[in-house]
C-alpha cells in the first residue's frame, strides 16, 4: 500500500519530522492555551509577488510552471512564455489608465487567464478584487462600489451583463472587458507600445507592505467585507506551506509534484496554492468546475499527484463509488470495504502513531487480508476516480468528516485538514505531513501561533493576519487586538497542540432546558452521509434540536431510479416515505452519535429544493445563510415542534 510505504520511509525522515515542532503554552492546569509555530521562510524583505514570474523567466526559462486546457488536450507554459504574457497585459492595463494603486475587479471562474491577470494587475502596481462569477448585480454593485474599483474584467457575457446593471447607477460606471471576448488580446495590443522600463518602474516601486488584493468574505451575516492582503501576507502563507509540505511529499514520493487547480480563484484558499505552487515551480493546470460528474474526467487527463479540495469533493467521490456498487447489486460489499477501511486506516495510525490499545501491533493478519481483497473490489476505483496518481490531498473550507477521511486514508490518499478564514491569507492551521490525526486541523503553519480564548474562542496571530477591512475600521477593530485575530470560530487544543474547531460564536444554540449546542458538529456530519444535501440544525429557545434536510439531487435521481419511482417525482410527495425517511435518518443518526443525547437531533423534516445563491440561502462560497433558512422555512420548523 503506497500509503503505509510512505509513511514509513517519511517517518525515518527524522530532519523532515523536525520540521512539524512548535511551542506549547500550558495553563496552571495543564491544558494547552496557546501553541506557535517557528517560520520555516523567512519573510519578504524587499519587492512583491508581482516578481515571482520575472524571477522564474530569468532563473529558468524553459521550465514548465503550468499547464493551459485546449480542446485537444493540456499544452504546457513555461516560466518565459508566461512572464511575456503577464508583462504584455499588465501594460495594456497601464495604457488603459490603471494607477498605481488602482483596483482591478475580476469575475471570473477558475481558468489560466485568471492567473496572467492577477500577476499582470500586481506587474502594473495595481491592486486585485475577486469576484465569484455566480455573484448577483446587487453583490457586484457593492463590491465594486466599495472598492472603488475602475476596471472589470469578467468571463462570459453573462457575467458581463450582471456587472453593467450592478454598475448601472455608479456615477463612473467601470470599464469593462470580457475573457471570451479576447480580453488579454485586447489588452496586449492596447499596450503594445509601453516602454519597458515604464513597466519595470510600477513593478519596482511595490513593498512587500503593499496591498496586493482586497478580498471581500462570503458574507453569511451581512455585507461582506473587503480584507486588505499585503503582497508580505501572501509569501507568508504560501511560502512557508511550501516549505513545510513540499519537501516531505517529494522526498517520501519520489515524485514531481503536480496540482489541478478547480477551487474558485475568488476564494482566498485557491488563490494562495496558486501562488504555492508557482513559487515551488509544481506544475499546475486549471479547471472550471467543483462538481465532481464535470472534474473526474479532467483529473483522469490531467493525473495531478496531489490535491486541494473541500470536503464535499471528498463525499461526492465516496458517494458516487456507493452509488456504482448499489446499481449492480453490490451495496453490501461497498458498506463493508467501508468498514473495514475506517478499520484498517483507525488501526494503521495507532501503530503509526505510537497511540491507542495494542500500541505497535497495528492491522492484524486478518483486517490486512480483507483490506487487500476490497483494495482490489473498491479502493483502487477510488484512485482512479482522481486520477490514478494521487497519494495526497489538503481539504479547507469546513471540517471533513473523520470516518471519510479514514476511509480515503485505506483507499491510498492521505487527506490532511487545514483550518483559516480569508483574514488568515487562507490556512492558519494545518495537519503536518508526517503527523496525520483525523478530526483535528492540526497544528499552526510555520510563523503562526493560536491561541484559545477564556470563552473558547479561536485566535491567531502571525505574519499570515490581515491588516485591516477595506473603508471599515470599527469591523476592524472588533476582531484585531494586539495583534491577535478573533476568529469568531470555537475550538479546543488537545495535548500535542492539534486545534479541533467545534462551532460559531454567533451559531451556538440554546434551547428551552439551558443546553449550549453547536450546530457545525451535526451539519458537517449530516452533509457527509448520502442522501443528504444541505442542512441547517435548529433548537435555540427550543426544547430539543431538530433540522431541516434538502436532498442532493444526484443522490435522489439514484434512489427513485433504483426503486424504479419516476425520476421527478417531487420531495414533497416522497416525505412520508418511510424507506426515504430510513435513509436519511441513518445519516441523522451518524450526527448524533458526535454529540450528547441532549444535543442530538431529534427531529427532522426533509424540505423541496435546494439552498443555493440563486434563492439567497447560500453565499458565493456556498456557506448557508443560516439566518435566512431559518426565515424562509419559518413555518416548517413551528410544525417540527408541534408534534
Known amino acids: 500500500m503506497g500509503v503505509r510505504r510512505d509513511l514509513k520511509r517519511a517517518r525515518r525522515r527524522t530532519d523532515l519530522a523536525a520540521r512539524n515542532s512548535v511551542e506549547l503554552v500550558r495553563d496552571a492546569t495543564g491544558t494547552v492555551r496557546e501553541v506557535r509555530a517557528a517560520p520555516l521562510a523567512a519573510p519578504l524583505a524587499t519587492g512583491s509577488m508581482a516578481d515571482l514570474p520575472f524571477t522564474h523567466a530569468a532563473e529558468t526559462p524553459d521550465a514548465v510552471l503550468l499547464r493551459r486546457r485546449e480542446p485537444d488536450g493540456w499544452h504546457p507554459v513555461t516560466a518565459g512564455v508566461f512572464a511575456a504574457e503577464v508583462a504584455a497585459v499588465a501594460k495594456g492595463l497601464i495604457t488603459a489608465g490603471l494607477e498605481p494603486g488602482g483596483r482591478v475587479a475580476v469575475m471570473s471562474r477558475t481558468r489560466y487567464e485568471w492567473t496572467v491577470l492577477d500577476f499582470a494587475i500586481w506587474a502594473a502596481g495595481g491592486q486585485s478584487v475577486p469576484v465569484y462569477p455566480t455573484s448577483s448585480a446587487d453583490q457586484v454593485d457593492w463590491i465594486v462600489r466599495d472598492s472603488g474599483a475602475r476596471f472589470v474584467v469578467t468571463e462570459t457575457a453573462r457575467n458581463a451583463a450582471t456587472v453593467t446593471t450592478g454598475t448601472a447607477g455608479h456615477a463612473r460606471p467601470p470599464r469593462l472587458w470580457q475573457l471570451d471576448e479576447r480580453a488579454l488580446a485586447d489588452l496586449t495590443t492596447l499596450g503594445c507600445d509601453l516602454p519597458d522600463d515604464e513597466l519595470a518602474k510600477r513593478r519596482q516601486s511595490l513593498t512587500p507592505e503593499a496591498i496586493a488584493t482586497v478580498c471581500y468574505t462570503s458574507g453569511t451575516t451581512g455585507r461582506p467585507k473587503g480584507c486588505v492582503l499585503t503582497h508580505a501576507n501572501l509569501h507568508a502563507e504560501a511560502a512557508n506551506t511550501v516549505e513545510l509540505l513540499h519537501p516531505v511529499f517529494q522526498a517520501v514520493t519520489g515524485q514531481a509534484a503536480s496540482t489541478l487547480l478547480f477551487l474558485p480563484l475568488a476564494h482566498i484558499l485557491g488563490r494562495t496554492l496558486q501562488l504555492a505552487c508557482l513559487l515551488a515551480r509544481i506544475e499546475t493546470g486549471h479547471f472550471p468546475s467543483v462538481r465532481p460528474d464535470e472534474l473526474r474526467p479532467a483529473l483522469r487527463e490531467f493525473r495531478p499527484t496531489f490535491l486541494v479540495g473541500v470536503p464535499y469533493l471528498f463525499e461526492k467521490i465516496h458517494d458516487t463509488g456507493r452509488a456504482t456498487a448499489e446499481k449492480i447489486g453490490r451495496a453490501a460489499s461497498f458498506d463493508r470495504a467501508e468498514r473495514i477501511a475506517v478499520r484498517f486506516g483507525e488501526a494503521y495510525l495507532h501503530k503509526f502513531l505510537g497511540t491507542g490499545t495494542g500500541t505497535g501491533k497495528g492491522p492484524g493478519p486478518g483486517l490486512y487480508a480483507a483490506w487487500a481483497l476490497y483494495d482490489l473490489l473498491v479502493y483502487r476505483r477510488i484512485r482512479k476516480e482522481l486520477g490514478g496518481r494521487v497519494r495526497y490531498a489538503v481539504s479547507g473550507g469546513s471540517p471533513l468528516d473523520r470516518d471519510l477521511n479514514l476511509f480515503f486514508h485505506a483507499a491510498g490518499i492521505v487527506v490532511y485538514e487545514g483550518y483559516g478564514l480569508t483574514e488568515t491569507t487562507a490556512a492558519a492551521t494545518i495537519v503536518p505531513p508526517l503527523a496525520p490525526r483525523p478530526g483535528t486541523v492540526g497544528l499552526p503553519i510555520p510563523g503562526v501561533a493560536v491561541r484559545i480564548a477564556d470563552d473558547g474562542e479561536v485566535l491567531v496571530k502571525g505574519g499570515v493576519v490581515f491588516g485591516s477591512y477595506w473603508n471599515n475600521p470599527g469591523a476592524t477593530d472588533a476582531v484585531l487586538a494586539e495583534e491577535w485575530f478573533a476568529t469568531g470560530d470555537l475550538g479546543a487544543l488537545d495535548q500535542d497542540g492539534y486545534l479541533t474547531i467545534t462551532g460559531r460564536k454567533k ?27 444541505q442542512c441547517v440544525v435548529v433548537g435555540d429557545n427550543r426544547p430539543f434540536v431538530a433540522a431541516l434536510i434538502t436532498l442532493d439531487p444526484e443522490a435522489l435521481a439514484h ?22 425517511r430510513a435513509e436519511v435518518q441513518k445519516a441523522v443518526d451518524h450526527a448524533n452519535a458526535a454529540v450528547s443525547r441532549a444535543e442530538s437531533i431529534r427531529a427532522f423534516a426533509l424540505v423541496e429544493g435546494e439552498f443555493t445563491e440563486e434563492n439567497g440561502l447560500l453565499t458565493p462560497s456556498l456557506k448557508v445563510k443560516r439566518h435566512a433558512v431559518t426565515a424562509a422555512y419559518a413555518g416548517r420548523i413551528e410544525a417540527l415542534y408541534r408534534r
Request: aromatic share 2%; proline share 10%; net charge negative.
Open 559 to 580: 434512489w427513485l431510479a433504483v426503486r424504479g419511482l419516476p425520476p421527478d417525482t417531487p420531495v414533497s410527495e416522497l416525505t412520508g416515505d418511510e424507506r426515504l
Open 507 to 533: 451559531d451556538i444554540l440554546v434551547t428551552s432546558g439551558g443546553k449550549n449546542v453547536s450546530p457545525a458538529i451535526l451539519e458537517d456530519r449530516l452533509r457527509s452521509r448520502s442522501p443528504v444535501g
